[in-house]
């Protein structure tokens, strides 16, 4: 059972997982918000924990980052583990002026500069799209919480430091709210091996402001959106 890149044993993970990039943050999801956590995973430090929250058995693994590094994790999850379900918790740079700071994305699509998709779909266009269930019941969680959010795409760059002043323009003009690297690489593997995936991303800075959120201020606001992935997860 244990692949190349997790070594837990079958039936460790639950079939709801949610996924950030850091796996410090994997720890600290586990630790504050699961019952009876336990470590099943810590090939190469990326961490994966089990436990229970909202009475339902909830796995969190962490992706690490880019496309190839989350698509080895959720690929194994959902062939080796039989996890259907994929929650990324990530964050990410808004791109659009109207975007603030600390708001929370539901990544309903996401664009690419990566060819992934296009080497699943003979070089075609592939519609990375989030599960609509998962996306709808995320959107109504956050209105009953009082706390709204944003929904739209997303732009999923291979580049972390990149063309930055060239890219921006267009992907505003095209509709994109914010910047990150995983997101159309996780609906990518989710479309090819049948899972549903879902991708909440808060808005830890501000491409064009050059506005940044202070550590205490991204874990309070990333609190916010892990019990939001929790309701979604309580939810199936
Ligand atoms: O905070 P996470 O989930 O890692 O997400 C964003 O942060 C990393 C870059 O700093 C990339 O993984 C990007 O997608
Ligand atoms: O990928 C990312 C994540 C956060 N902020 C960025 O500018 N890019």
């Not at 009475?55 to 590094?69: C, N």
């Not at 996401?110 to 599960?131: C, E, I, W, Y």
Request: with cysteine.
């Amino acid at each position: 059972m244990p692949t190349p890149h997790i070594s837990a044993a079958a039936g460790d993970f639950a079939d709801v997982v949610l996924m950030p990039g850091d796996p410090l943050r994997a720890r600290y999801i586990a630790q504050r918000f699961l019952q009876d956590a336990r470590e099943v995973t810590s090939v190469r430090n990326m961490y994966g924990y089990t436990g229970v929250a909202r009475g339902r058995k909830v796995s969190v693994m962490g992706h690490g980052m880019g496309i190839p590094s989350i698509s080895i994790y959720a690929t194994e999850l959902i062939q080796q583990y039989g996890s259907r379900v994929l929650i990324r918790v990530g964050s990410c740079g808004a791109l659009r002026h109207d975007v603030k700071l600390r708001e929370v994305i539901v990544a309903l699509g996401a664009g690419t500069d990566s060819k992934v998709n296009r080497m699943r779909l003979q070089d075609h266009d592939f519609p990375a799209v989030a599960d609509f269930a998962l996306a709808r019941q995320a959107v109504e969680a956050a209105e009953k919480r009082g706390k709204p959010v944003r929904v739209g795409s997303v732009f999923t760059s291979d580049l972390f430091y990149g063309p930055a002043g060239q890219t921006y323009e267009v992907h505003e003009r095209m509709g994109m709210l914010a910047v990150e690297m995983e997101v159309a690489g996780l609906y990518g593997v989710a479309a090819e091996y049948g899972a549903r995936a879902l991708a909440l991303l808060t808005v830890s800075d501000h491409l064009r402001t050059k506005e940044a959120l202070s550590p205490e201020e991204r874990q309070t606001t990333f609190d916010e959106m892990i019990e939001l992935a929790l309701d979604v997860a309580a939810a199936q």
